[in-house]
C-alpha cells in the first residue's frame, strides 16, 4: 500500500507553503506556466505535511 | 569545490545518472537561490531514507537551501539521523566520529584558510542534538571558546531517534520514549544560552514552521561567522518516529509547542555582528 499527496488543480494558489514544508526533496515542483505546484507521485511518501499546512485546502493524502 | 568540480567531463553525458545530469543543469551553484525558490531548481539533496513526516529532514533541506554559497561550502556531520542524510547530498561532506564534529570542522576551517587565503570558504556544522549538546559538548564548547568561525548548526530532535529511543540532555522533564520508560527526570538544557556566554557572535533558535526565518538566520549565521566569530542555530525537529504522533502533525506540533510557551524563537546578535550585518546591508543599499 502507497499513499501519496494527490492535488486539486483548481484550489491551488500557487503559494509555494507546501514546497517549503515538505521534508523530501524534489517531490513538489512549481510550475511557471500555470502558476501552480505539480506533485511527483513517485518520490511522495505520504507524510501528509502538505496537506496539514495547505491553506487553500488543495491538498489530500489517497492510495496510489 | 568550486563550480567546475561539478561539471560532467565531455564524452561521460551519456552515462551519468539522470539526477546528476539534472543537478548540473538546473543545480543551485553560483545562482544565489533561497528558500523562496525552492522547486524551481534541482536540490542539493537527493531522495533520502528517514521517515515519512520527519521534522530533521524538512530542517536539513531547509538549511541547505539556505546556504549562501553552496558550491564553497563544506559540511561536517556527525552520527545520527542526520547521517543518513548525508550520502545523498551534493555537497562536500565530511562525517566525523560521533561528538567530534566541531573538532574536525576548526581544523578544516584553519586548513582551508591556508590553502584557499583569498578566498571565502564556508564551514557548517549539522548534526543532531546527541552530537552537539550531550557527546561532543566539550568540542562544540571549545571551538566557541577558541572563537573558531564556523557555524554549529543543531537538529534538536530532543532524543537519540536513530537507536530506538534514548533520552537526550535536550529531551524535556518527563519525556517517555521507548527506551525512556520511567521518564526524563530533569529539564531541557538551553543551549543557545550556553553558546551566548561560550562567545558566539549570533545565536538563533528557530524551527522549520518558520521556513523564511529559518533562512534568515542561517544565512545570517554563516555570513558573520566568515567575518567575526563562531555562530550556532538550533532548529526544533520533531521526531514522528519515536513521540509517536502521526507524520502529518510535526508542523501543527512545532506552533502548538510555540502557543504553550515551551519552545521560543530567538535570536542574539552580538554588537560587533550587529556592526558587520549593518555594513552589508549598507554596501547592498550601494
Known sequence: ?????????????GCKICIMSCPDPNVIAFVCASKKVKIDEGRCKGCGLCVSVCPKDALNVSQL | MNKPIFQISPGFEEIMPPEYRDLVANGPYGKGFGVGDLGAYKELVEEHPLCAGCGLALSIRLALASLPNPEDTV???STG????????VALHNIHSLF???NAVASGLKRALKLRFPDK???VVVIAGDGATADIGLDMVMQSWFRRERITTIMLDNEAYANTGG???????QGTVLNMAPTGKKFPKASIP???????????AATSPAHPKKLEKAVRRAVLIAREVGPTYIQLLSPCPTNYKFKPHETIPLIKQREKEGTFQN?????EEAQRFLDSLEEARKK
Do not use: H
Open chain 2, 99 to 101: 561528538g567530534n564534529q
Open chain 2, 266 to 270: 530567538q535570536e542574539y546578535i552580538s
Open chain 2, 81 to 88: 539521523c542526520s547521517s543518513l542524510v548525508f550520502p545523498q
Open chain 2, 120 to 122: 571565502e570558504k564556508d
Open chain 2, 75 to 77: 559540511v561536517v556531520g
Open chain 2, 193 to 203: 544560552e550556553v553558546a551566548q556566554a561560550a562567545g558566539c557572535a549570533y545565536v
Open chain 2, 166 to 172: 534514548q533520552e537526550s540532555g535536550m529531551s524535556r
Open chain 1, 1 to 13: 500500500m502507497y499513499y501519496a499527496a494527490k492535488l486539486t488543480e483548481e484550489k491551488c494558489t
